[in-house]
């Protein structure tokens, strides 16, 4: 199956299911590139924004779980960006300039 990149966003609005949340991203952490946190204390949330790569089905179990959590919305965007199993890498629709 083919891995591709993604972006996953979290908002937390009731701070009781971060151990959980915290648990289900331990349990993806192979999926997980890269993670930012930001307490937005002056609106009461928090947002967790992670760069992710794995298959389709690897990112849509993870985020489900999380969107399940009550108190915690989530979103995803995967890119076109795919790298096969064996390594073969397809760019198409991506911009590989630098700017």
């Keep these: 199956m083919e891995k591709r990149l993604g972006i996953v966003a979290i908002i937390i609005g009731d701070r009781s299911s971060v151990s959980r949340l915290n648990a289900?991203?331990?349990?993806?952490?192979?999926l997980i590139v890269a993670r930012l946190g930001l307490p937005m204390r002056g609106k009461g949330i928090s947002l967790i924004s992670l760069v992710v790569e794995g298959d389709t089905?690897?990112?849509?179990?993870?985020t489900g779980k999380i969107g399940r959590l009550p108190?915690?919305?989530?979103?995803?965007?995967?890119t076109k960006f795919k790298e096969a199993s064996d390594g073969e890498r397809s760019d198409e629709g991506i911009d590989t300039n630098l700017y």
């Design 71 to 78: 108190g915690i919305q989530v979103t995803s965007v995967l």
């Design 57 to 62: 089905d690897e990112l849509g179990a993870l």
């Design 24 to 30: 289900i991203l331990g349990e993806g952490a192979e």
